[in-house]
């Protein structure tokens, strides 16, 4: 694959998809090729089992579900999507991935290793080059949720699960030290994107010099 995976993470709100939209301006001005897309979601299948996942209707949702659904976008979504666009050299930004299922499923809905194991099956082992985490508490993401609209069936959880999967994200960027990037989200617009753009292109040279 000559294209580079790179995924963004973080808790609700944390800024993720206002990052992802800078990031793909600054390349494509430098003419590369771009492609956005999302989880839950990024293919017509994928954005079909979003729609179930994040109706608030779906109270009665068991936790084993939820967790096969997410699973089950994503592998629809890396075979369809992602897999073909990093063979034709693409850059992929992806707003959420797989450490999302381990941090909201595995850790905050307290369904542990199964969520690893259940995601490897999906991926077939297949990873982001590099994952910007979003580092922001998870109060505070939360809040810029409230102030922009309605919560998802996921969003209204309580503050609890909120702060877990915060927790989990922490746990997940000691684990994946090399593919981690720690961004500090509680900065401007600018000075995130400026730090993000910075590192992007540390990561382009230290992989030319592999
Ligand atoms: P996510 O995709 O992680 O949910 P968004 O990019 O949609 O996050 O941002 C959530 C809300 O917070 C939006 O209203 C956005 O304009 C605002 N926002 C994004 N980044 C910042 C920031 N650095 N400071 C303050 N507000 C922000
Ligand atoms: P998203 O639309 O990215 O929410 P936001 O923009 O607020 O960050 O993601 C939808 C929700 O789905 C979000 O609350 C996180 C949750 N989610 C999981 O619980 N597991 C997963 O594997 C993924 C990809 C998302």
Do not use: W
């Amino acid at each position: 694959m000559n294209g580079i995976f790179i995924s963004f993470e973080g808790p609700d709100g944390s800024g993720k998809t206002t990052q992802i939209n800078r990031l793909k301006d600054y390349l494509t001005a430098k003419g590369c090729k771009v492609i956005v897309t999302r989880e839950p979601g990024g293919t017509p299948i994928s954005e079909k089992i979003r729609t179930i996942l994040l109706d608030p209707e779906n109270k009665e949702m068991h936790g084993v579900t939820e967790a096969l659904l997410y699973a089950a976008s994503r592998a629809q979504h890396v075979a369809e999507k992602i897999k073909p666009a990093l063979a034709e050299g693409c850059i992929v930004l992806c707003d959420r991935f797989m450490d999302s299922s381990i941090a909201y499923q595995g850790y905050a809905r307290k369904l542990g290793d199964d969520i690893r194991i259940i995601n490897e099956f999906a991926v077939q082992g297949f990873m982001p080059d590099i994952t910007f985490f979003m580092n922001l508490k998870a109060s505070e993401g939360i809040a810029r949720v409230d102030a922009q609209g309605s919560r998802d069936r996921l969003e209204q959880e309580a503050m609890d699960f909120h702060n877990a999967v915060y927790d989990g994200y922490i746990a997940l960027s000691e684990i994946y030290k090399d593919r981690f990037v720690n961004i500090d989200a509680s900065r401007s617009i600018e000075e995130i994107s400026a730090d993000i753009i910075a590192k992007y292109e540390e990561y382009v040279l230290s992989r030319e010099n592999r």
